[in-house]
């Protein structure tokens, strides 16, 4: 029954989407209020080494990018504090939460939600490590890096509906790490968000084919935004990673993910334009529109 109420759910959205454009949203455009525009961020954090790739160099440009697009919501992961504080300076529309990895203040870096205030009210929020001891900083399983995840649980202010946004980055070597993460983030979800609809973003290092993944890719109710029936306004131009490094001859992947319960999926895009920059970043904005 759950298969098929999906498939129609699915149906209704592609038919939706007639009415729809694309990603970009211009400047004083109004939401609709009956979608949610979502995006996933990693921001890569301010490494001196990355040369003319250097957050300095690129953070108007991100800025440009996030007032163009204009996202409901979005998920940033690699910020470090001053990064986050920047942002959230320079996006005067919008508010965030999330804390620094490290020490659960400003440490580390930071897997922040931000949200446009003129739409939402954090009705709670919080963050958890990705760990045994998740209520505390330390390394989980077999991660070589300390992880986070950040929820908020927010309010539409004109309909009063709630859903619940989660962001996180995934560890890049810790297969076990990968899967139990998967399984907390579902179990937390279930804690503090109920039944109430949910997005799930991040970075999580790896395709959504990766077994590590399974839990949360085979979660009931659940699907993931690039693989649904979402209409795709790139067409034949849709990149076919959203990880391409800095141009130095990296392989691309399929990492950057947003996954989403009680929502229909209507558009999905990758952001490749670099907004007067070479790149944004080493990772593309993934964006996708989902329909309450």
């Known amino acids: 029954m759950k298969r098929i109420l999906l498939t129609l759910l699915v149906a209704v959205g592609a038919a939706a989407f007639v009415s729809c ?3 970009t949203r211009q400047n004083g455009e109004a939401a609709d209020s009956s979608t949610l525009r979502a995006m996933t961020f990693n921001i890569r954090y301010a490494n001196p080494d990355d040369g003319p790739d250097y957050w300095d160099n690129r953070r108007d440009a991100v800025v440009r990018m996030v007032e163009t697009v204009r996202p409901d919501v979005m998920g940033i992961q690699e910020g470090l504090a001053q990064q986050v504080a920047f942002l959230d300076s320079a996006l005067t529309d919008y508010s965030y ?8 203040v400003q440490a580390g870096e930071y897997a922040a939600v931000f949200y446009r205030d003129s739409l939402y009210v954090p009705v709670a929020d919080g963050h958890f490590w990705l760990s045994e001891t998740p209520e505390q900083a330390g390394l989980g399983w077999d991660a070589v890096c300390v992880r986070i995840a950040t929820w908020v649980r927010l309010q539409e ?30 179990e937390r979800i279930e804690r ?3 039944s109430i609809p949910a997005i799930v973003m991040g970075d999580f290092n790896y395709p959504t084919t990766d077994p590590s993944l ?17 209409a795709r306004p790139q067409g034949d131009s849709l990149p076919p990673v959203t990880y391409r490094g800095f141009g130095h001859g990296e392989e691309g992947e399929v990492i950057d993910h947003i996954f989403f319960r009680g929502f229909v999926p209507v558009t999905y895009e990758v952001i490749p334009d670099g907004y007067g920059v070479r790149y944004l970043s080493d990772h593309m904005p993934v964006v996708a529109v989902l329909r309450f």
């Open 97 to 104: 939460v999330g804390v620094g990895r490290d020490d659960g």
């Open 21 to 23: 454009g694309s990603a």
């Open 214 to 230: 399974a839990p949360l890719v085979d979660a009931p109710g659940f699907a993931e935004a690039r693989s649904s029936q979402a």
């Open 157 to 186: 202010r004109a309909t009063g509906r709630e859903f619940m946004v989660v962001n996180t980055h995934f560890d890049h070597v810790g297969t076990v790490a990968r899967r139990e993460s998967a399984k907390l983030m579902l």
């Open 192 to 194: 503090f968000g109920d």
